[in-house]
């Protein structure tokens, strides 16, 4: 006998089609109101929502098809020119308006006036947006972080005509006037080796002829593209390396002299382009002192780990709403998946990676704002913290966008639900920017080793610590022990050439803990303002399963983590008052 059309539907668990992800997330108001003043938030606020309402409708729909219908290049225009063009599906344009257009991601630190706010908007703010977008569509986020970065790039170093020619376009909301960046840098001689590229300029006037490969190319058509190339004589290894702009199109219209060999097919970010590049003469114009150019360029791949890690935590948050759809929305066995022990503890972890990431995705972004304002000390905190996000939160998305899929059953693996995309795409973040064993280098034998970054981790964290006074001094000085020894660690890793193989382990112990205390002093701050400390159990968690060392034949209090997930998975505030019992039982 058939069943019908709708009884038939309804055995399906539902998805979150024309869901809100701003409404739905309270913890991004939260986090939102501790890192931003009051005024500013109030602004926002209308235009997150509005971007959480697409996001779960209408720009949901624009990233599945632009994901199906990739970019195509053409090699010739219909009338036989070799001029050539990459064709993008509609949908992938319409994600571009909202982006670039309405909400201006890209340009929201470097252009004023944006949604009607009157200054540019800090870091903290901008992320807040990415956070949200990107759980429509992870591809469209390198578009946008390389145009940002190519604006910050040229602001920064660029000379006065470079600036007056290109960067008003990099900052455009106009989708008329805009120019999208790129950026070209990995070659096949060297991709996290940079000081081994082996594309050449050469001067001429007064600017320079390019030739040589590029690899891996982000947003392949991009009308404005920043990249490195060793000027004629030049020292080998990056201090020989210069950063250049490179146009698209020359001033008499003309295309610019390099090719698009091919596009990637690639596992996941189908929707946008990446290609190979032949750059054969191509002309570029030197951007600031070219003995400065990986160090340049440095910058900007520090602005984009912290988007990786942004993005990351974003495709987790996608993936968490849907877990939690199949969970509340499917009754098996006379149950709902949500009120079954095992599918429970399948959900707080995905919580738990999610959360931890999204709390060190706006520590980091409030670092890099602070720094940015002049203050030392958080520079040093944003040298450590970026890389130690990048490293841990892109391969938390992996297992979370996994057991998001588990979570939907064999239905989750099927293209025509959100959570097969997601979990291809989260395979990009550990790679993007640098895999995980180069990250947690630069994380430990860098940040630690060479610059001591670990003594402003610590004294930011002990600060934090220090404030929370509402909660047990007993869990705080807990705490304070367990960032005294990951910093410890870290320090004997970055020294001893033997300890090399534990950088990993050593990296993801600073995250963990320090997303523990970020934890703690959300939940004290969230609990001053409206009375929920319900944060400070993310913490005991973050610490009884990555970080306190637990007897693999012992089973776990089931009666305590049951209670605890029911007020993290539920919707009851829970003050400190009855929080604080849950963080001083052994």
Not at 76 to 83: E, K, L, P, Q, S
Not at 93 to 103: H, M, N, Q
Not at 193 to 217: M, S
Not at 543 to 549: Q, T, W
């Amino acid at each position: 006998m058939n069943v019908r059309p709708q009884l038939a539907a309804s055995l399906i668990a539902p998805d979150t089609s024309g869901s809100n992800f701003y409404r739905n997330d309270p913890s991004l108001a939260d986090l939102l109101r501790i890192h931003l003043d009051d005024k500013l938030f109030a602004h926002i606020q209308p235009h997150l929502d509005r971007l959480g309402g697409l996001v779960g409708g209408r720009l949901d729909e624009c990233g599945r098809m632009a994901d199906r219908h990739g970019p195509v290049l053409h090699q010739r225009d219909r009338f036989g020119n070799d001029v050539q063009h990459v064709e993008y599906h509609p949908a992938y344009r319409e994600l571009e308006a909202a982006a670039f257009g309405e909400f201006g991601i890209h340009a929201l630190s470097h252009r004023k006036g944006i949604m009607g706010w009157p200054s540019t908007y800090p870091v903290v703010a901008k992320h807040a947006f990415t956070f949200l977008f990107n759980q429509a569509e992870f591809g469209m986020g390198c578009p946008i972080n390389v145009t940002d970065g190519a604006a910050k790039l040229l602001s920064n170093f660029g000379d006065a005509a470079l600036k007056a020619k290109y960067l008003d376009g990099l900052t455009q909301t106009d989708m008329a006037k805009l120019t999208q960046g790129g950026q070209f840098m990995t070659e096949k001689e060297g991709g996290s080796d940079v000081g081994k590229l082996t594309t050449t300029a050469v001067q001429e006037g007064d600017h320079w002829r390019l030739t040589g490969e590029k690899w891996f190319c982000s947003n392949a058509d991009a009308k404005v593209v920043m990249l490195l190339a060793r000027p004629q004589g030049a020292e080998a290894g990056t201090r020989g390396v210069g950063l250049f702009l490179m146009p698209r199109t020359l001033d008499d219209g003309s295309p610019n002299h390099y090719r698009i060999v091919r596009l990637k097919d690639k596992l996941g970010t189908r929707s946008m382009a990446s290609g190979e590049i032949k750059l054969e003469g191509a002309i570029a114009y030197a951007v600031g002192r070219l003995d400065r150019g990986f160090v340049q360029m440095a910058e900007m791949v520090n602005s984009s780990r912290l988007s990786n890690g942004v993005k990351s935590t974003a495709l987790m948050r996608r993936a968490w709403h849907d877990a939690m759809a199949v969970a509340k929305g499917r009754v098996v066995f006379g149950r709902r998946i949500a009120d079954m022990p095992l599918a429970r503890r399948q959900l707080m972890k995905i919580t738990l990676a999610t959360e931890q990431a999204l709390s060190m995705s706006f520590l980091t972004a409030d670092a890099l704002d602070r720094a940015e304002a002049g203050s030392q000390d958080a520079a040093a905190l944003l040298r450590i913290l970026t890389p130690t996000l990048k490293f841990r939160a892109t391969r938390d998305a992996r297992q979370v966008c996994g057991d998001a899929m588990e979570m939907r059953g064999g239905i989750g693996y099927i293209e025509e639900f959100a959570t097969a995309r997601l979990l291809r795409d989260a395979h990009l973040g550990s790679i993007w920017e640098g895999t995980g064993n180069i990250v947690a280098l630069d994380a430990i034998t860098r940040a630690v080793g060479r610059h001591g970054a670990e003594q402003a981790l610590a004294a930011d964290m002990h600060a934090r610590l220090d404030d929370s006074v509402s909660v047990p001094l007993a869990w705080r000085d807990r705490l304070k022990g367990y960032v005294d020894r990951a910093v410890a660690m870290a320090r004997q890793v970055a020294t001893t050439s033997d300890n090399e193989a534990e950088a990993r382990r050593a990296t993801s112990l600073l995250y963990h803990v320090a997303s523990a205390v970020a934890l703690t002093w959300e939940g004290a701050r969230i609990d001053a303002a409206r009375g929920d400390a319900r944060r400070l159990l993310l913490a005991r968690l973050v610490v009884d399963h990555r970080i306190a060392a637990a007897d693999p034949f012992a089973l776990t209090d089931s009666a305590r983590e049951a209670a605890m997930s029911q007020l993290l998975l539920g919707d009851r505030d829970a003050d400190m008052a009855e929080v604080g019992e849950w963080l001083t039982v052994a």
